[in-house]
């Protein structure tokens, strides 16, 4: 049922870009103004943002598997990208994997304090430095190289 989601992967990487970045903005816009609702408000933004970093994990897995083959026949340099395109993604989603179990931890047992807000904030950058990484190699491998087009098959 699921074999051949690959073709979604482009749709789909768009939405954890946005929503991690819009988490981390949020996050540290409310260590200055501290509004509760925007504390349940931004764990909901990241906790989609995680969901749909595991589709688009999963879809790039599928689109990289799918590829093989034509790999096979194409300069090494387009596998180092892709590969490093797919560490990043993947360091990525186990990042904001774990912001998203500690929060929810913190603010289960009533702990999410400023100082936890405050780190939390400053891990929360180092995701969005590994997405904007991946967000890049991605594009190099669609317009450098291009990679999930219709050309890239020739």
Sequence with gaps: MFENL??????????P????????????????FKQSIVDAVNFII???GVLFSVVAVL?????Y????????????????????????????????TAILFLRY????????????KILISI?????VIFIYQTAFL???LVFDFGVGTKFFTK
Excluded: D
């Design 6 to 15: 690959a073709g979604l992967h482009p749709m789909i990487v768009h939405f």
């Design 17 to 32: 870009i946005v929503l991690f970045v819009s988490y981390f903005l949020v996050e540290v816009s409310n260590l200055f």
């Design 46 to 48: 990241l906790l989609a």
């Design 59 to 63: 879809t790039g897995n599928q689109a």
């Design 65 to 96: 598997n799918a590829a093989l083959h034509i790999l096979q026949s194409k300069p090494a340099e387009i596998v180092k990208v892709l590969e490093l395109h797919e560490t990043m993604a993947t360091i990525s989603l186990w990042l904001f």
């Design 105 to 116: 931890y913190l603010f289960s047992k009533n702990k999410l304090t400023q100082k936890w």
């Design 123 to 127: 891990i929360a950058f180092f995701g």
């Design 138 to 140: 991605g594009g190099k």
